[in-house]
């Protein structure tokens, strides 16, 4: 194992200036929070639902020079037993349809206006990394008799209820992105200097890794929002339930690319 992953030296020796610039991937030293790329997550199982709301509630949460896609909101449920480094986690990633149209470059994908999760180094990692909004939540997936039922709660509110009805007809994973490739995940990555000005500002992507999906299905679902300042998913009100799909996994993490850099000189 390398001292970049360890972060500190051997006891007994400090590190140098060289070693000091080079690393560690993160912090503390003794102790990294989170592992670098790549992260294998294996036997994750998630439930997807769609729903279409106000375009105008999505373009509000669209940074410049992201274009909306629609009307459709795609809220993920995870739960992910065996995640390199971090355990047993669960998620909640919701997004909604953007393009990219910059430089000759056209990119589509999946912007994440919510992202809640029950694991510390989790939420550092997606922030400090690639930029996702994530704070921590208390997440249930699990089946109920005939029913499949993802729940997020952050501040004692179950923010958001999703259900579908377990395993009654099969899909092909790839209708799941027929509203738009949420495997192409982008995000706003803010992080500022220790004086409070700009330090990064960047729409940054990220798709995921040798995905493997051992079964997909699909069946009507429900998705109920309740208000909370500190997680306002109720700002996309569901307007029309379309589909629920309940899916199994594994993928890999790995590192992403700038698609944006606000801060960058005018050529």
């Known amino acids: 194992m390398s001292d970049s992953w360890r972060g500190a030296p051997p006891p007994g020796r400090r590190l140098d200036d060289a070693?000091?610039?080079?690393?560690?991937?993160?912090?503390?030293?003794?102790?990294?929070?989170?592992?670098?790329?790549p992260m294998q997550f294996r036997d994750a199982s998630i439930l997807t639902v769609c729903y279409r709301t106000d375009p105008a509630a999505i373009e509000r949460l669209l940074p410049p020079p992201l274009e909306r896609l629609g009307d459709v909101v795609v809220a993920h449920v995870y739960r992910m037993p065996d995640v390199d480094f971090a355990g047993s986690v669960h998620e909640c990633n919701v997004m909604v349809g953007a393009r990219l149209a910059t430089g000759g470059e056209s990119v589509t994908g999946g912007y994440s206006v919510?992202?809640?999760?029950?694991?510390?180094?989790?939420?550092?990692?997606?922030?400090?990394?690639?930029?996702?909004?994530?704070?921590?939540?208390?997440?249930?997936?699990?089946?109920?008799?005939?029913?499949?039922?993802?729940?997020?709660?952050?501040?004692?509110i179950t923010i958001l209820t999703a259900t579908t009805p377990f395993k009654q007809q099969r899909a092909a994973p790839a209708e799941m992105r027929r509203h738009f490739d949420f495997a192409e995940n982008i995000n706003y990555k803010v992080i500022p200097h220790i004086d409070?000005?700009?330090?990064?500002?960047?729409?940054?992507?990220?798709?995921?890794?040798?995905?493997?999906v051992s079964e997909c299905w699909v069946g009507p679902c429900t998705v109920e929002l309740r208000p909370n300042a500190q997680a306002p998913l109720f700002r996309l009100p569901v307007l029309e339930p379309l589909e629920g799909y309940f899916w199994r996994a594994n993928f890999t993490l790995v590192a992403g690319r700038v698609l944006h850099d606000y801060l960058a000189p005018p050529e």
């Open 196 to 212: 409070g000005t700009p330090a990064i500002r960047q729409l940054t992507s990220r798709r995921l890794q040798d995905l493997e």
């Open 19 to 37: 070693a000091s610039a080079a690393g560690p991937f993160t912090f503390p030293w003794d102790a990294p929070l989170f592992p670098p790329f």
């Open 114 to 156: 919510g992202l809640y999760l029950d694991s510390d180094a989790g939420v550092a990692h997606g922030r400090e990394v690639h930029g996702q909004p994530k704070k921590l939540a208390k997440l249930v997936l699990e089946t109920r008799g005939d029913l499949i039922v993802g729940e997020v709660e952050r501040n004692g």
